[in-house]
């Protein structure tokens, strides 16, 4: 069956910029998740739906950050007026319980 | 605040070799642990996950162990193959649904 997908898959904005980025979860799946991944680290837990409540988005980053789910299904995580240090990727998860979320490939966004 | 450390960072070994990778934990309070494989420009593939009430979890040529009073975690890989190349990450949930990750252990498996 069809897994959790992204989209993009890449981006790259100018400093200053808009962005948007798509999380397709599984159908079904009550729980999202974002995560930012930096290069050579582990992912960093930004923000949790369950259906199309924002339950945690106590890792946002900053008030740049925004994400929304309000369907309870498709996600956007938005970023305002990009920087330097937003450059990650940028990673969707979903699950139908607690135990095992299934992660999608990911968004790489550079910042130049 | 729980942080995960995962040692070494890079690990580079002959194809065949059993190896170990080592995943510590600071706060033992956990619902879940969670070992994940993550290749070039992929998503994460969780590989094994433990219960807090479990020792230890298999698959395959897989085994990881959970021992929650040291805060530690190990994840065994028996006969080592050129395949098995990639960067692993350790994670653990404090019963908040949100994972909390350590750096991840690079591998490299030479034929």
């Known amino acids: 069956g069809a897994g959790v997908s992204q989209s993009p898959r890449y981006k790259v904005a100018k400093r200053g910029q808009d962005v948007a980025l798509r999380c397709d979860p599984i159908?079904?799946?009550?729980?999202l998740f974002w995560y930012q991944q930096a290069l050579g680290q582990g992912p960093e837990f930004l923000t949790y739906?369950?259906?199309?409540?924002?339950?945690?988005k106590s890792g946002l980053p900053s008030d740049r950050f925004f994400a929304e789910r309000p369907e309870g299904s498709v996600s956007t995580l938005k970023i305002q007026r990009t920087q330097q240090e937003d450059s990650a990727v940028y990673l969707c998860?979903?699950?139908?319980?607690?135990?095992?979320?299934?992660f999608g490939p990911g968004t790489r966004l550079t910042v130049t | 605040k729980q942080e995960v450390t995962q040692i070494p960072a890079a690990l580079s070994v002959p194809e065949g070799e059993n190896l170990v990778l080592n995943c510590s934990f600071t706060?033992?309070?956990?619902?879940?642990l969670q070992w994940f494989r993550q290749d070039p420009g992929k998503g994460l593939t969780s590989l094994l996950l433990?219960?807090?009430?479990?020792r230890e979890q298999t698959s395959g040529r897989l085994n990881a162990s959970l021992d929650k009073s040291s805060g530690r975690s190990t994840l065994y890989i028996a006969a080592s193959q050129p395949g098995d190349s990639a960067t692993y990450l350790c994670?653990?949930?404090?019963?908040?649904?949100?994972?909390?990750f350590g750096q991840g252990t690079t591998l490299q498996v030479k034929p």
């Open positions: 994670a653990v949930d404090g019963n908040t649904g949100k994972l909390i």
């Open positions: 706060d033992s309070a956990i619902y879940n």
């Open positions: 739906f369950q259906n199309e409540a924002q339950l945690d």
């Open positions: 433990i219960q807090s009430s479990q």
């Open positions: 998860a979903s699950s139908l319980d607690r135990d095992r979320a299934s």
């Open positions: 159908s079904g799946h009550v729980s």
